[in-house]
C-alpha cells in the first residue's frame, strides 16, 4: 500500500475521521520520508495527527516535547481512548511512575512518549540509547524564540537533537508564529531542508465580534444576557486582572450564573481543581486571567469573552482560538476600552521590549477599532490575503456609517486646548456635555467657551468619538503627564479646519434598544437543544466520569451532534460517524447506540 492510501486507512481506524484536514496528509508524507518540517496551524487546526499518525506508521516511538503538563496528560488520555500506546513523563509523577513509563519506552510498547523540555534536555542520551526513536515533534515551537511572544529558555537547548542526529526527523509544531519567528525556529532548532506548512489560520466557525466604549455596569449586563441565552455551554471569560476575575465571577453569582476563577495568585492544587472541574464538564464558565487555557484542548468551548483588550493579535487569536476546536459555531466578544490600552502599554513600556510591545499592542488596538471586516485584519496580520469579507464578524454584519465627523472633532479638540490639553477623555466629554461634576467646578473648566458644546452626544458616543480620534492619531495620550489627551500636529491640522475627518457613526448600546448583540446569536449561533443530542450528552458524561477521562475525550461535541442527526442504529452506520474508530466502537458503540434506538422507540 502506499503511504498515503495507508495513512488514509489509520486516520480512519484510529482517530475515526473520514478525510485529512488540508495541509496533514502532506505533512505525514513528509515526515514519514524522514524529511524536516515546520507547521504553523491555528489552535485546533489539528496539529496533533500530523505526528500521531506518523508516529503509528514508523517502526520506533516518537518523543513529543511538549511544555505543558496539563496538556500531555489529555493527549495521553486521548490517545489510550483509541487504544494508542503512549504515555508521559515530566515532574508530576511519583518515581514508581517514572520508573513505570521508563520501562515501557525502553522496551519499545510505546508509540509515543511525551516530555518536557527539561526531562528531554536533561535525559537526552539516555532516552536516545534506551529504543530506536522514530521521530521528535517539538509542540509550541516559539517558545524557542525571543521573537516569540511565549519565550522560554529551556527549549533553546532543544538544538541538542538536530546538532546529535541529525538525520532524525523533527517536527516543529506553533499555533503562533510571525515570519520572524518562523525562520527563527528553523535556525534555532538547527532544521535541515525543512518543508515548511503554513496552514490558513481562518477559523471561520468563530463569530468575531467587538465592543468599545462601554461601562462596566452596561458590559457586565451585556455578559449576563449573552450567557443567559448560551445555558448548556462553556465558555471562558478573560479579564486583565486577578481582582476582576473574582469580582467578576460574583456579579455573575448574584444573577444566578456559576463560574469558577483562575488567575496565578490562586494556589497550583486550586487552579488544578478549577481546571479539571472545567475540562469535565462540572463548572461551564471560567472568569480567568491568561494564564488558563494554556493546557486545556477542551474541543467544546461555545464561546469566548475578552472582559478586557488582550496585549497583542496574537494572544488574542489564541485565546479566542480555544473556542470551538470542534468546528462548531462558537462565538467571541472582545471588549475594549481606553482604559486597558492605557494599562496594557504602561506594561509594555516595562516589559523589556517596549517598542515591539507597544507596536504590537497599536496593531491589536486598530483591530478593536476597525471599521472593515476584522477577519481580513486578523489574517493580513499573519500574512493571509483573503478578499472576500467574512460575514461572521460585527463589522460585516452590522457595517458603521461613515459620516463628516469634522465638526465633531473640532468640538473635541477645543475642548482640550482650552483647558491647556491638562484633561483626559472623561473629563474632557464632561466638559464637553457640560456636566456640573464638582471636581469640574472645582478647576473652573464651567468658565470655558466650550463647555457643553458637545451637549447633544451621548457621553457613550463621545466616548466612541474619542477613541476614533486616538486612533485616527488626532490625539495622542500624554503618558508622562498623567495621560491626559494631547493634541497630535494632525490634530492640530483639523482643528484649524486645514483637513476634513471621517468617522463611523457612533452607535447605541443593546441596553438602549441596539440590535447589535442580538442579531448574531439569532443569526449565527446554532442552538442544540435536540433531545437526543441531550441525551446523549448526558450518556458521554456518565461515561467520561466512569472511566475518569474528560467528556470530550469520549466523543466531541461534533461526533455527538452527528449522531443526533443521522441516528445511526447499526454498527456499520455508526462507525460512518466522524470521530468513530475501531476502538471507539468497541468501546462505546453499543452504549450509544441503545440511547439512540431507545430515543427512535419513544417517539414512534
Ligand atoms: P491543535 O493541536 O492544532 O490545536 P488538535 O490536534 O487538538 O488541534 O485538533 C483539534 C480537533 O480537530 C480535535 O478534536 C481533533 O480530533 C480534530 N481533528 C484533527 N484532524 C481531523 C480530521 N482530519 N478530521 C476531523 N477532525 C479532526
Ligand atoms: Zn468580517
Excluded at 351 to 377: D, P, V, W, Y
Excluded at 461 to 476: K, R, T, V
Excluded at 568 to 590: C, H, N, Q, R
Aim: include cysteine; charged fraction near 25%; glycine fraction near 4%.
Amino acid at each position: 500500500m502506499q503511504t498515503s492510501e495507508l495513512a488514509q486507512s489509520t486516520l480512519k481506524k484510529h482517530f475515526g475521521y473520514h478525510s485529512f484536514r488540508p495541509l496533514q496528509s502532506e505533512i505525514i508524507e513528509t515526515i514519514v520520508n524522514h524529511k524536516d518540517s515546520l507547521v504553523l496551524m491555528p489552535t485546533g487546526g489539528g496539529k496533533s495527527i500530523c505526528y500521531q499518525l506518523p508516529a503509528l506508521l514508523m517502526e520506533g516511538t516518537c518523543i513529543v516535547v511538549s511544555p505543558l503538563i496539563s496538556l500531555m496528560k489529555d493527549q495521553v488520555d486521548a490517545l489510550h481512548s483509541a487504544n494508542i500506546k503512549a504515555a508521559y513523563m515530566n515532574s508530576s509523577q511519583t518515581p514508581a511512575e517514572t520508573i513505570a513509563t521508563w520501562e515501557k519506552y525502553r522496551t519499545g510498547a510505546l508509540k509515543l512518549l511525551y516530555i518536557s523540555p527539561e526531562k528531554l534536555i536533561s535525559k537526552f542520551d539516555r532516552l536516545m540509547n534506551a529504543t530506536r526513536v522514530s521521530l521528535i515533534a517539538i509542540d509550541e515551537a516559539h517558545c524557542i524564540s525571543s521573537w516569540g511572544h511565549d519565550f522560554r529558555e529551556e527549549y533553546t537547548k532543544l538544538s541538542i537533537i538536530k546538532k546529535t542526529y541529525p538525520k532524525l526527523p523533527v517536527i516543529a509544531l506553533t499555533a503562533t508564529a510571525d515570519k520572524l519567528t518562523r525562520e527563527d525556529i528553523i535556525k534555532q532548532l538547527k532544521l535541515t531542508n525543512t518543508s515548511r506548512f503554513i496552514s490558513s489560520f481562518d477559523r471561520p466557525n468563530l463569530s468575531i465580534r467587538v465592543r468599545s466604549g462601554l461601562s462596566k455596569k452596561k458590559k457586565e449586563n451585556e455578559i449576563i444576557s449573552f450567557i443567559k441565552k448560551r445555558e448548556k455551554e462553556c465558555g471562558i471569560i478573560y479579564c486583565l486582572s486577578r481582582k476582576n476575575t473574582e469580582s467578576l465571577s460574583e456579579t455573575l453569582e448574584n444573577f444566578g450564573i456559576k463560574s469558577g476563577v483562575y488567575h496565578a495568585g490562586m494556589s497550583a492544587k486550586q487552579r488544578n481543581k478549577v481546571q479539571t472541574d472545567f475540562i469535565n464538564d462540572e463548572i461551564q464558565i471560567i472568569c480567568a486571567t491568561i494564564a488558563f487555557g494554556m493546557g486545556i484542548d477542551k474541543s467544546n468551548v461555545r464561546w469566548v469573552i475578552h472582559y478586557n483588550m488582550p496585549k497583542n493579535i496574537e494572544s488574542y487569536y489564541q485565546e479566542i482560538g480555544r473556542a470551538g476546536r470542534d468546528g462548531l459555531p462558537s462565538d467571541t466578544v472582545l471588549y475594549y476600552n481606553y482604559n486597558d490600552a492605557l494599562i496594557l502599554h504602561q506594561f509594555a513600556l516595562e516589559s523589556g521590549q517596549a517598542e515591539l510591545n507597544i507596536s504590537k499592542l497599536k496593531r491589536m488596538q486598530h483591530f478593536a477599532e476597525a471599521t472593515t471586516c476584522r477577519r481580513k485584519i486578523i489574517l493580513t496580520y499573519f500574512n493571509e490575503h483573503q478578499t472576500e469579507d467574512c460575514g461572521n464578524c460585527d463589522v460585516c454584519k452590522n457595517p458603521p456609517k461613515m459620516i463628516d465627523g469634522t465638526i465633531i472633532a473640532q468640538k473635541a479638540l477645543a475642548a482640550s486646548f482650552r483647558t491647556k490639553e491638562k484633561v483626559g477623555t472623561q473629563m474632557l466629554i464632561k466638559i464637553l456635555r457640560g456636566s456640573s461634576d464638582k471636581d469640574l467646578i472645582n478647576k473652573n473648566y464651567h468658565f470655558l467657551k466650550t463647555y457643553g458644546v458637545g451637549k447633544e452626544i451621548s457621553t457613550d458616543h463621545w466616548q466612541q468619538y474619542i477613541m476614533q480620534m486616538l486612533n485616527l492619531g488626532l490625539f495622542e495620550i500624554a503618558y508622562d503627564r498623567g495621560f491626559a489627551l494631547a493634541i497630535s500636529e494632525s490634530g492640530k491640522e483639523v482643528l484649524y479646519s486645514k483637513r476634513t475627518v471621517e468617522l463611523a457613526q457612533a452607535i447605541d448600546t443593546p441596553s438602549s434598544k441596539s440590535k447589535s448583540m442580538e442579531t448574531f446569536r439569532d443569526e449565527n449561533h446554532d442552538i442544540i437543544v435536540d433531545e437526543l443530542f441531550e441525551s446523549l450528552r448526558q450518556l458521554r458524561l456518565a461515561i467520561a466520569k466512569r472511566d475518569k477521562v474528560p467528556p470530550y475525550i469520549v466523543f466531541n461535541d461534533a461526533a455527538l451532534k452527528e449522531m443526533a442527526l443521522k441516528k445511526p442504529v447499526t454498527s456499520i452506520d455508526f462507525l460512518m460517524i466522524s470521530g468513530v474508530g475501531e476502538a471507539k466502537l468497541e468501546k462505546y458503540g453499543k452504549t450509544f447506540i441503545n440511547c439512540i434506538q431507545e430515543y427512535l422507540i419513544n417517539q414512534e
